[in-house]
């Protein structure tokens, strides 16, 4: 275990006035699985052998929608729902940092219309924000781990955490505090405005963790690898003398070589387990791939975490994936692989592991049989009986899906597959006008974050970027004018569905 050493002076974040944050916006606008089932070892996966066909596409699902901002663009948004009913959602504004971005929290209550935005309230929190991700605890308290600009030369990011425990509207109700920075982990990043990051939880207590990488050799020792941080009580203070974050390192170092983690999925076992799930550059290379790494006691000492080898990675940047746990503490993944030669990969499956998780051959995956590069950003939750949910991208960008499955989902046929929104829709519900030497445009669909309420209604955020074509003509060259493409805004949606 490691008290953490805090690198700069602590950094409170500046919590401005409650905001009627609905004025920007327009008015309008456990699953079964077949024990049965026989499988082989493919690459890039494990490959349910059956059949099962598919089932006709049902109706599109009555819903409402919402754009969280239309005056402020705005990323990394993410949605959760409380015992009740109620709707937390938090994004980040991204726009350039010399403009101060900072991290949204909204709130609507139970019972309201969460599809107008006239129901939706919150804060406005930090400084530099680069990215935000929100959890509430099982009493609907909004959690929120915020990465920021470093404020200190050198350095990559800063980890802000912020609670609100009543009365979130009300800025006053908010402490924060800062937890870390990181140096040298740019290079291993993908935009965060278009990967999902999943990395912040609570554990059943409800208590904050999160996984990080660092590269810092500004310090003594060298500080590398990635890092499993937590708090047990006082979370939102964090003095240099007396610290209440804390973290252990589960990767692996020899020498002058280090293991690389890329974006890790975290969750929990009903007992509190920490349950990890992330691509890994490890040091022999030829061993890389995602690996599923797990702690079941005194997870504050790095010996006590183990792994396993789950599947190849593929290339490209578009490879993702979530990890859940279901009541019975048994994982359920949803992993969507890269590209291969041949035209192979960029399909989206269904994994899963009921006993000794620390073997591969216990884990078992089942193609979903969507379109290939359909399946994108996959993000998996389970429904009071433990029954797979999964929000994902249609191809392309091109709009957001959602499956689901009520019993026997080791089967393909028992999964029921829609299309919530495509891009010709999005594109009617916001025709954003292009400026004049733009001659085209459409808005891409990103990262999905997917909530249950109680009665397991889905909600989806997700981020939208429309994107043009634009002539550009330098005057100080002349080779006259040539086409660029430019983001012309970005902005997250929410999605509010009935139970399918």
Not at 16 to 29: E, F, I, K, T
Not at 37 to 60: C, E, I, N, R, S
Not at 357 to 366: D, Q, V
Request: with cysteine.
């Amino acid at each position: 275990m490691t008290r953490l050493t805090l690198v700069r002076p602590l950094i409170f974040i500046s919590l401005l006035a409650g905001l009627a944050l609905a004025a920007l916006r327009p008015a309008a606008v456990q699953a079964q699985e077949d024990p049965q089932a026989t499988f082989k070892v493919l690459l890039p996966f494990v490959t349910f052998q059956a059949g099962g066909g598919t089932t006709p596409p049902p109706p599109p699902l009555p819903r409402k929608a919402l754009f969280m901002d239309t005056v402020t663009k705005i990323g990394t948004g993410a949605v959760a729902s409380d015992a009740l009913g109620g709707l937390h959602t938090a994004y980040a504004h991204t726009v350039p940092l010399v403009d101060h971005p900072q991290a949204v929290y909204e709130y609507c209550a139970a019972g309201a219309d969460c599809g107008q935005g006239a129901n939706w309230h919150g804060v406005v929190l930090a400084d530099d924000v680069l990215e935000v991700q929100l959890a509430v605890t099982e009493a609907g308290q909004p959690r929120l781990l915020i990465r920021t600009q470093s404020a200190q030369s050198g350095y990559d990011s800063d980890y802000l955490y912020a609670a609100c425990d009543a009365a979130c509207t009300d800025p006053a109700q908010w402490a924060s505090t800062y937890i870390l920075s990181t140096y040298g982990t740019s290079m291993f990043a993908i935009s965060d405005y278009t990967s999902p990051q999943r990395y912040f939880a609570l554990d059943p207590q409800g208590r904050p963790r999160f996984v990080y990488f660092d590269r810092n050799y500004f310090i003594e020792p060298d500080h590398i690898g990635a890092f499993y941080v937590y708090c047990d009580a006082d979370c939102t203070t964090n003095p240099a003398g007396d610290p209440h974050w804390f973290e252990t390192q589960i990767s692996l170092a020899q020498g002058y070589q280090y293991e690389v983690f890329k974006y890790s999925a975290l969750a929990f076992t009903p007992a509190g387990q920490p349950r990890v799930l992330a691509d890994v550059i490890t040091l022999n290379t030829d061993d890389s791939g995602i690996y599923y790494v797990a702690c079941d006691d005194l997870c504050e000492a790095g010996a006590n975490w183990q792994r396993v080898r789950l599947a190849d990675r593929g290339s490209g940047t578009d490879v993702s994936w979530d990890l859940e746990v279901d009541g019975q503490g048994r994982p359920r993944a949803a992993y969507y692989d890269g590209s291969y030669i041949n035209n192979g990969g960029e399909i989206l499956y269904y994994v899963w592991c009921d006993s000794d998780c620390l073997t591969g051959a216990a884990w078992h995956g089942l193609d979903l049989e969507l379109p290939q590069r359909t399946g994108k950003h996959p993000d998996l939750e389970l429904d009071g009986q433990g029954r797979p949910r999964l929000a994902y991208l249609v191809q392309g960008g091109g709009g957001l899906g959602y499956a689901w499955c009520e019993t026997n989902c080791g089967v393909v046929g028992s999964w029921t597959k829609q299309v919530v929104e495509t891009a010709a829709a999005l594109a009617a519900a916001w025709p954003v006008a292009r400026p004049g030497h733009c001659d085209a445009g459409l808005w891409d669909s990103l990262t999905p974050v997917l909530t249950l309420d109680p009665a397991g209604q889905p909600r989806i955020a997700y981020d939208s970027a429309y994107q043009t074509r634009c002539w550009y003509d330098d005057p100080n060259d002349n080779q006259g004018p040539y086409l660029t493409f430019h983001e012309l805004w970005h902005t997250v949606r929410v999605h509010i569905l009935p139970k399918p």
